[in-house]
């Protein structure tokens, strides 16, 4: 398990992070969202040791993460880092070396995962000759090349194109097969939607929706109902116990229903006006639930 | 495959980065193309030096019908012209003549005890014929005044004093170190300009982030310090050798062992000078997220290097002077300055001890407040950190 336990971080006057605590559990792909400058890259970079934090602790399976479990974690920067004159071959190599493996073990693992990233032609090339893409590739080895125990990335789609992220996001799940928890920062809800197991919403530096896409969905401000029913009146279901109308127009309801809603007795009412063509749950998008979570942090918090 | 993994001893993690400076530095064309310039260049110098002095080459001279007395004689006014003579008996004239013939010998002196001494040269041979006359002409005058009974007292011999006798052999040890300071000051510049380069390529490459998620700061600096050093000490120790070893073979000096022993002095001086530098360069290059920027940042060092170099050419003519003297003290100086000294033999033993320590002084300074500037600004990229904000920054140990 690794835990994030009430980071705080100030620098200077500017309060960056406000006890941000969240836990991945092995095997589990945790996508990291917040708006810009919320605080995911301090977090990381505390993960990592690049930050220190003012209080909180990251732990490793109960450990506090030190230097020894951080040559266990394959890291991703923001902003990317790659020696521009060395070759890919050899740079994989010395990062499989510096995260403690030996050399030749080290050689075979930068061959291999080089292969596997289609980086095999081009490892005896400089890296500042290759393509930002195939760079960004090259990145991603750093990251896997040592088989690490926990992979932490800042933004790794980021500058993508669709093949190279679903080829990204095929590594990073096979990453999770092999049980190693993943954590990634992302602006592309959609992807993170898509990916993730869990997901944590960072909003003016805390956490303020944290868990399952579905578990912050059915957690998600009073849930909506949208029934179709042609025939039925203005105002039909403005009576029914527990029941706000959200929108009404021409026969397609949205309601929210609060404590004491009963969606049968909506179904009910609205099957009396006539006809009805819709009744279901509506589902919020991440994004939906991103924007009330960083727009209303009080509600939402849980 | 986790079997293979161990976590690093900080020397084991030091060796890599020095590893990954040797093998990256060892392959760049700039870096060999730049050794063996300077190589050549210490090659040509021995060739000069061997080409001016060639004067004092050996005369060799056939004789036929010598004696021990036409050898001592031709020896003698050898000595007086400054040249050295070399005396090869022939049987007889056919053979002498085909010495000379061949070049074997610079010229033939026939019947030189006799009424008609002849010399047969190739062609022309003034020298020789100078020297050869100038025996005969001894011999003759010894024969005659021993005939007509005059007995010859032995001439008084003038006994020479050296005030200074080691004045020779110190300006030539002067010599000898002030090409040692020369290659000394390139090496500095050269290898202090690659910590440099190296400290800010990590930084504008952002490479540095990577590298500290796995190592400290102290482990990266010293690692590219130790690593870069260590080919700078071999390559001024090959340009050593090969120094040593054509000034020798060339016979360009007179004292081998104190031809070595300066050297070495140099090789030592260049260890510490290394050490203070690369730290301040590191320190220094630190500040900066670009190579264009780097100029501006590591100026002030060099600029105390050239100001070194200028006074310790000054110091190879003036070895005692007020100038040369104090600034062989001062850290910074002393690697360029006290080496010249020391080989002029101007300074005392217990003067490049004090010089020693206070350098060794400077450095666990340097090396203390650097690597704090170093740690505190590696991660500070875009724009230039002030030195405060450095000094006062978090530090990831």
């Given amino acids: 398990m690794l835990e994030f336990d009430g980071l705080y971080k100030a620098y200077g006057s500017n309060q960056v992070l406000e006890g941000v605590s969240f836990a991945v559990a092995p095997g589990q792909m945790f996508g990291f969202c917040g708006s810009n400058g919320a605080g995911k890259t301090t977090t990381m970079r505390i993960a990592m040791g690049l930050a220190l934090a003012d209080a909180g602790q990251v732990r490793w399976n109960g450990r506090p993460v030190d230097e020894a479990v951080r ?74 090349v040592s088989e690490p125990d926990v992979l932490i990335l800042d933004e790794p789609f980021s500058g993508l194109d669709p093949v190279g992220v679903d080829s990204l996001a095929e590594a990073l799940l096979e990453q999770c097969r092999r049980g190693v928890p993943v ?63 959200v929108s009404e127009q021409r026969g397609d309801t949205v309601l929210e229903l609060g404590p004491g809603g009963d969606d049968q007795q909506v179904l009910a009412t609205a099957l009396t006006t006539g006809r009805v063509a819709h009744f279901a749950w509506r589902e919020p998008t991440l994004v939906e639930l991103f924007r009330d979570a960083v727009t209303d942090v009080r509600e939402v918090a849980a | 495959m986790s079997t293979d993994i161990r976590p690093h001893t900080p020397a084991q993690l030091v060796r890599l980065v020095a590893g990954r400076e040797i093998s990256t530095r060892i392959r760049d064309k700039g870096f060999l193309i730049g050794s063996a310039v300077l190589i050549l260049l210490i090659l040509g110098m021995l ?28 020896r003698a006014q050898g000595d007086a012209l400054g040249t050295e003579v070399e005396v090869v008996e022939y049987a007889d004239e056919a053979t002498a003549r085909s010495a000379v013939k061949d070049g074997d010998v610079d010229g033939v002196l026939l019947g030189p005890s006799g009424e008609r001494p002849e ?20 011999m003759s005058v010894s024969r005659q005044l021993a005939e007509s009974g005059v007995q010859l007292q032995a001439p008084p011999r003038v006994d020479v004093v050296a005030l200074d006798p080691d004045a020779d052999a110190d300006t030539q040890a002067a010599v000898v170190a002030l090409v040692g300071v020369v290659v000394l000051y390139s090496l500095l510049i050269l290898f202090g300009q690659f910590v440099a380069q190296g400290v800010v390529e990590e930084k504008s490459s952002r490479v540095v982030e990577l590298l500290l998620a796995t190592m ?35 016979d360009v000096v007179d004292l081998p062992g104190r031809l070595i022993g300066t050297v070495l002095t140099v090789v030592a001086w260049f260890v510490l000078g290394y050490a203070f530098y690369a730290s301040v360069f590191a320190a220094a290059a630190s500040l900066v997220s670009r190579q264009e920027d780097l100029g501006s940042v590591i100026t002030p060092a060099s600029l105390l290097l050239v100001v070194g170099f200028v006074i310790s050419l000054q110091a190879g003519q003036d070895p005692t002077g007020t100038l040369s003297t104090i600034t062989s003290f001062v850290p910074g100086l002393s690697p360029l300055v006290m080496p010249v000294r020391q080989a002029a033999g101007g300074a005392e033993w217990w003067e490049v001890v004090v010089a020693v320590v206070l350098m060794l002084v400077a450095i666990a300074t340097i090396v203390r407040v650097g690597g704090r500037i170093y ?23």
């Fill in chain 2, 375 to 397: 740690s505190g600004a590696l991660l500070r990229t875009g724009g230039k950190v002030k030195l405060r904000e450095a000094l006062h920054a978090e530090r990831l140990t």
């Fill in chain 2, 216 to 250: 400290r700061p102290w482990q990266l600096l010293a690692g590219k310090v130790i690593g870069l050093g260590l080919l700078g000490l071999a390559q001024m120790l090959v340009i050593a050798v090969v120094g040593v070893a054509g000034a020798l073979a060339f």
């Fill in chain 2, 47 to 74: 060739v000069f030096q061997v080409v001016i002095n060639s004067g004092a080459d050996t005369t060799k001279i056939g004789v036929v019908g010598g004696s021990a007395g036409v050898t001592d004689a031709l």
């Fill in chain 1, 183 to 245: 954590v990634f920062s992302s602006h592309q809800l959609d992807l993170v939607e898509r990916l993730c197991d869990a997901v944590g919403i960072l909003a003016r530096g805390k956490i303020v929706a944290s868990g399952t896409v579905a578990g912050l969905r059915s957690s998600a401000v009073g849930r909506q109902l949208r029934v179709v029913a042609p025939d039925a009146p203005p105002g039909w279901a403005a009576g029914l116990p527990g029941v706000r109308v």
């Fill in chain 1, 71 to 144: 040559r266990r974690v394959g890291y991703m920067p923001e902003e990317r880092g790659l020696y521009p004159k060395m070759r890919v071959g050899e740079q994989l190599t010395y990062f499989a070396r510096l995260h403690g493996l030996d050399a030749a073990p080290a050689a075979r693992a930068a061959a291999s995962w080089a292969e596997r990233l289609g980086l095999g032609e081009r490892r005896g090339d400089r890296v500042e000759k290759l393509s930002l893409g195939n760079q960004q590739r090259v990145q991603l080895a750093a990251a896997l």
């Fill in chain 2, 119 to 138: 010399l047969l040269v190739d062609s022309g041979g003034s020298s020789t014929e100078t020297l050869v006359q100038g025996a005969v002409q001894g």
